[in-house]
């Protein structure tokens, strides 16, 4: 049994294919219609998926000011009162974690290797901890924290509206 792809695989699927025609059932054309449809009613959610889904220099640009926005936002609602300067910064280390939350220096191994080896040592990895999860800064590290399960929170809902749309166009 093969798991049926999620929808954000389904639409870098149907992104990538040739084959627009309409088929029966779900065809890739309605997720790129259902994705159309999502990016007009938020800008952020589908820089966020564009994001994970073309992976390019212009992308992460679309990305970077989804995160701002998205800061800027935190720091009104929570009463951070950070500054722009701050914000563009800590959003700027968000997106990085976002997308790739690994520890940059076991690469999720959690301990050390032996010098010069590949062979696992039970020394834990310092950096972060032996949590194998990329460090954040101690300085704005809560605020950080805040971006990222926002971030999070955008894709996951841009995901069930793209669901839930395709699925209205189908039935
Ligand atoms: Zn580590």
């Known amino acids: ?9 389904r639409l870098a699927t149907a992104m990538g294919s040739r084959d627009l025609s309409i088929k029966r059932g779900t065809s890739d054309v309605d997720y790129i219609i259902a994705l159309g449809m999502t990016a007009r009613a938020n800008s952020a959610a589908s ?10 220099p212009a992308a992460y640009k679309e990305a970077e000011r989804a995160a701002v926005a ?21 959003s700027g280390t968000a997106l990085k974690y976002y997308i790739c939350p690994v ?23 310092r950096p972060c901890h032996g949590t194998g999860k990329r460090p954040l800064p101690l ?8 971006i990222i399960g926002a971030l999070e ?19």
Do not use: Y
Request: positive net charge.
């Open 103 to 125: 520890c940059p220096h076991c690469f999720g191994r959690k301990f050390d290797l032996f010098p010069g080896t590949q062979r696992l040592s039970d020394k834990i990895c």
């Open 70 to 90: 998205v800061a800027r936002h935190l720091n009104l609602k929570r009463r951070w009162k950070l500054k722009v300067r701050d914000l563009i910064r800590i």
């Open 1 to 9: 049994m093969i798991d049926a792809p999620n929808t954000l695989e």
């Open 47 to 56: 820089a966020m998926v564009n994001l994970h889904l073309a992976q390019n």
């Open 139 to 146: 300085q704005h590290g809560r605020e950080i924290a805040e």
């Open 153 to 171: 929170n955008i894709e996951r809902v841009a995901e069930d509206a793209v669901r839930t749309k395709v699925r209205g166009r189908v039935s």
